[in-house]
């Protein structure tokens, strides 16, 4: 089945403490993007990865990192999380390179920083 | 960089009325253009989407319609049923520096009573 995995879904945890939001995709997409979700802002694009080993920033960029090592997995890392990161996470994929294409989203992570 | 105007935040609409959310633009050179429907704890979920070089796009119930000139497109709902409700994001992507990236709308809270 095609699918965009992340973990862990429900996360709470306390400033400082680093932590990583894992995704994974298996329909060998070569774009791939992480948003955050908040009540009345609508989704707001973090980061993006156009391939292996390209990655760019998205609108809300600061404390968060990427990497992309290979096609399949993106995890997303917060070095020192602070309770404005507290916010649902989706991973995103899809087929073309632009992003111009049908775009499937993970699950969410609900994340909460103390 | 695009910015995407999303009205109304909020519709409420009795089960059989239409629905239409209009969103607009500001990049020009976007040419992607697709809706986005997420019910109450779920991810994102692409219901329809309109390239630039079209005008209307329909699917059974939902449409899309895309002015460039004026830079807006809209999702118009017919025969709405309770189903229907839930939150709508309209999103655009287009070049930027070579690269595309997709800008969200804030959302629109759909109501359909029956």
Known sequence: EAQVTQNPRYLITVTGKKLTVT????????YMSWYRQDPGLGLRQIYYSMNVEVTDKGDV???????????????????????????????????????TDTQYFGPGTRLTVL | GENVEQHPSTL???????????????????????????????????????????????DQRIAVTLNKTAKHFSLHITETQPEDSAVYFCAASGPLSGYSTLTFGKGTMLLVSP
């Open chain 1, 61 to 99: 960029p600061e404390g968060y990192k990427v990497s992309r090592k290979e096609k399949r997995n993106f995890p997303l890392i917060l070095e020192s999380p602070s309770p404005n990161q507290t916010s649902l996470y989706f991973c995103a994929s899809t087929r073309l390179a632009g992003g």
């Open chain 2, 12 to 58: 409420s609409v009795q089960e059989g009325d239409s629905a239409v959310i209009k969103c607009t633009y500001s990049d020009s050179a976007s040419n992607y253009f697709p809706w986005y429907k997420q019910e109450l704890g779920k991810r994102p979920q692409l219901i329809i989407d309109i390239r630039s070089n079209v005008g209307e796009k329909k």
């Open chain 1, 23 to 30: 995704c994974s995709q298996n329909m060998n997409h070569e």
